[in-house]
């Protein structure tokens, strides 16, 4: 029988564990970067409270931990054939800290039920609208916190991509707050009030930010959520196929792009201000250069290393890039067609995941997948710290959110 004083240690872990998940976006607003291990660091913590002070073995979910393992031996591996073994070898320590720690961040969010968690997540929409504010502000007085923290004084130009982290923070997080806020124990109209006043504020920072990859994201996450047909069994098989088609057939696709829409869209404001063409470019010339090695590519990290990309220089101005700036190109010139097979795969694994799920929970995660998706195909590098600690924040909100779903309609 569990003593008093522990069912109340218990009570404390869950709350202070969640009002730590839900605090994330406010943080990414101060410390962008800090994503990559707060999230690790908060679910290594937890674990050892739980077990030392409330009997909890630790949860590990199996297909997380065998899906992390398969991602750090491939890294691994590749420094058998990268440009730079050390530098291989360091970038995959540097993922497994943050992977392995978020198998344990998704065990501890899966372990809790839905009565636990409910009296405290109503802080994920909270903190979202906070950092909505926050983000906004800073926009529109022409970013007074970053100049104070960097030491800028207000002559200098500094553009406002300073924000962007924040702001896709803050924005993939709201799809998990739908079903927060439909499951408070309040009038109907006061709910969709309070889920159409924190779109307003998503909108109104997407409308106020140069993040053409955050406003992207939003519409796709608006369109899985209201337009994906759940009920239709066929609908899940083709997104299957279509992911898996579009990364395997990724490089040949980026040629196709280059010459047939770059020239087209190079004088649309919304696409010049989002870099789309320089984005088609790099694309085209880093997919080339993948199928000149096309079974196992370059390594991790490898165009860090490439000087001399084969390149018209038409929107992009140097024969270098730091990172495809898409996840699926980056796959072929670091893995090639072993790395995107294994991709295929393990998105596969994520839908079919989610397909399986209660319908309202499914409604919470497909749309925040593809939200991810849809950036990590235009905008940040794969293997970004803070982005790696994003992703599996969000598969723990995800699941968080997910249990209390199934109470939404019935509280509708």
């Known amino acids: 029988m569990v003593s008093t004083a522990t069912a109340v240690r218990k009570k404390q872990l869950v709350a202070i564990f969640i009002a730590v998940l839900c605090f994330m976006p406010v943080l990414a607003f101060f410390a962008p970067r800090s994503m990559a291990y707060i999230p690790g660091i908060s679910a290594i913590l937890a674990t050892a409270y739980g077990f030392f002070m409330c009997g909890q073995r630790p949860v590990v979910s199996r297909p997380a931990f065998i899906w992390v393992c398969v991602i750090v031996a491939l890294a691994g591996l590749s420094s058998f054939w990268s440009f730079d073994t050390s530098f291989s070898l360091e970038r995959t320590f540097k993922i497994a800290l943050i992977l392995f720690p978020g198998v344990l961040l998704l065990g501890i969010s899966s372990s809790f039920t839905a009565e636990q968690i409910r009296p405290y997540l109503w802080l994920l929409p909270v903190c979202v609208a906070l950092a909505a504010a926050l983000n906004s502000t800073e926009l529109f007085f022409d970013m007074p916190l970053y100049r104070f923290m960097r030491g800028l004084g207000p002559e200098a130009n500094i553009g406002l991509a300073g924000a962007n982290r924040s702001i896709f923070c803050t ?3 709201f799809f998990a707050c739908i079903p927060v806020l439909m499951g408070l124990s309040l009038e109907l109209k006061t709910r969709r009030i309070a889920i159409a006043g924190l779109a307003a504020l998503i909108l109104l920072m997407l409308f106020l930010s140069e993040s053409q990859s955050s406003q992207l994201c939003f519409v796709i996450g608006l369109l899985f959520l209201f337009v994906f047909p759940y ?15 579009l990364i395997i057939l990724a490089p040949f696709l980026a040629q196709f792009l280059f010459r047939t829409v770059a020239e087209n869209i190079e004088g649309i404001e919304w696409f010049a201000n989002g870099y789309a063409t320089n984005r088609m470019e790099i694309w085209e010339f880093v997919g080339r250069y993948a199928l000149q090695q096309p079974l196992y590519g370059y390594g991790i990290e490898a165009t860090r290393h490439i000087k001399d990309f084969d390149i018209q220089m038409l929107y992009h101005s140097e024969p ?11 796959l072929w010139i670091e893995f090639g067609l072993m790395g995107a097979v294994l ?16 319908l309202a929970a499914a409604r919470v995660a497909l749309p925040t997948l593809f939200a991810f998706i849809s950036v990590g195909a235009t905008g940040y590098g794969m293997w970004q710290s803070w982005w790696l600690g994003e992703c599996i924040l969000m598969l723990a909100l995800c699941s968080l959110a997910g249990k209390i779903a199934g109470d939404v309609k019935k509280a509708a």
Not at 231 to 245: D, E, N, P, S, T
């Open 171 to 173: 924005v993939i997080c």
């Open 231 to 245: 009920a239709r069994k066929m609908a899940w098989a083709v997104i299957m196929v279509l992911m898996a088609a």
């Open 320 to 330: 270098t890039v730091l990172h495809p700036h898409n996840f699926a190109i980056q």
């Open 343 to 358: 991709s295929s795969l393990f998105f596969a694994y994520l839908i079919n995941t989610i397909r399986i799920m209660p």
